[in-house]
Nanobody, 115 residues
């Protein structure tokens, strides 16, 4: 069964940067939108950024100007460049793929921003 494989999480100091990557482990349904969500302890999962297969992007207000989402067409995946990280960005980050009739979530990767 195909899975979305995430990588790139870790511990970083405030003001630092991380790059998250996500790619399917095998053949996927046709993807229309890929996205990153995050969930902090005790909070609901929230959208961070989305990108359509035509390259249209959308960002949460809290990350606009600091995060950049991009498609990795070679791997049929998605990346998230996170700059100027803040402690409030600490969360588990999830990759999501949405097709015409299907959707798939990744397992999540922990991002911790702390000094």
């Amino acid at each position: 069964q195909v899975q979305l494989m995430e990588s790139g999480g870790g511990l970083v100091q405030p003001g630092g940067s991380l790059r998250l990557s996500c790619a399917p482990s095998g053949n996927m349904f046709k993807i229309n939108v890929m996205a990153w969500y995050r969930q902090a302890p005790g909070k609901q999962r929230e959208m961070v950024a989305t990108i359509t297969n035509s390259g249209i992007t959308n960002y949460a207000r809290s990350v606009k100007g600091r995060f950049t989402i991009s498609r990795d067409n070679a791997k049929n995946g998605v990346e998230l460049q996170m700059n100027s990280l803040k402690p409030e960005d600490t969360a588990v980050y999830f990759c999501h793929a949405l097709g015409d009739y299907d959707q798939l979530w990744g397992q999540g990767t922990q991002v911790t921003v702390s000094s």
